[in-house]
């Protein structure tokens, strides 16, 4: 049987959003975005090791919205780092024998189970697997100055999104996250590259949205209410 | 007086979605997409001409479809033509007298009156203004074989979803229209930067989304209704 560890990446304070509940706790459809995002990895894989990174201070207020909504998945808490790098390499130090670790933005609630089953297949025959979808806007480049009002259009069929869950053979990453990090990763999947490992890329869900902006959620419950 | 024409490119067949009715026929929280869209540029311009193409054999259903609506608001069709190029250099043909012209995807109904003047504003300013956003996921870019399953990381702070409308002087839009275009063109914006002309890029909305998915029906209700 395969040991499988999910790290969910919920320390993040969601300032974007304003208001003082980081957004992971705000609810959605009834209940917080971030139970929403254990579940689908409790249906999926049933076995495994749940890890949640949670904001400095907040464990508190995470245990009591567990016991108010009866949540009764098991689960471990660690801390968040500074940064979402900081926050998984803690989560890492308690994840124990496992083979694959998977590692999933909190504040992706609308993850499918058949999607995180697909990434794990990738994962275990290419090691490290991420979910990609083809972009429907056109994109730009901004060259030169970051602030510039100018950017160089770029082949939009060449251009895909990065979705969460990231799963890799867990060795490999803790020898990414071993490595010394210099300047800012944005994915699990670009620290691991920088083994020299590559990355396979799965097929994503275009609903797989991350959880950003206040209207995101009137936007998730819509997808989550049936047809 | 500036006065400017628009041109509502609605000349898809929408066959991504599936069914027979293009998508920017179907209802959206009670009349079709395309009237929407339609509506928001009536409001910000009102005595702006307006501009439709429309797939080739639709223009008898889109009639319909206004008496249906009592859609009163006055406007031209022409017909697509088998590129979304085609279908703009056809509706170029019969704007007339105009400074401006606004390039606008009839699929983005949710596109804001404060967006439109914005970026008329700046079009006025530079000749030439397409509104962008910063995107929230990662990106990475396939290299070599389109098929491929791997692709390089790229920064994230420099890329920036490129919407509709881009607005630009009228006289410029032809030139960029008169000029032989070989391989595809996305947006026309990129026509318009082969001239030599810079684009300006203005700040866009995140929720001025392109209805592409069924799903984005649900998303776009979810948007249009008040908080």
Known sequence: MIRTAVVIAAGGSGVRMGGDTPKQFRP???RPVLMHSVERFHTALPDAQI???LPVGESARWEELCRKYDFAIAHSITHGGA???ESVRNALEICAGCDYIAVHDG???LVSVELI???LDD????DAAIPVVAPVDSFRI???DIESDSGRCIDRSRLRAVQTPQIFAAPLLRAAYAAPAEGAFTDDASLVERLGVAVHLSRGEPFNIKITHQADFAIA???????
Do not use: K
């Not at 994962?123 to 290419?126: D, G, I, K, S």
């Not at 419950?221 to 047809?227: N, S």
């Open 107 to 109: 504040a992706r609630p």
């Open 117 to 119: 089953l697909r990434l």
């Open 51 to 53: 890890i949640i990174t």
């Open 123 to 126: 994962a275990v025959a290419y």
């Open 83 to 85: 940064t979402r790098c």
């Open 142 to 144: 901004i060259e030169g």
């Open 28 to 30: 959605l459809a009834g």
């Open 221 to 227: 419950e819509a997808l989550l209410r049936p047809d």
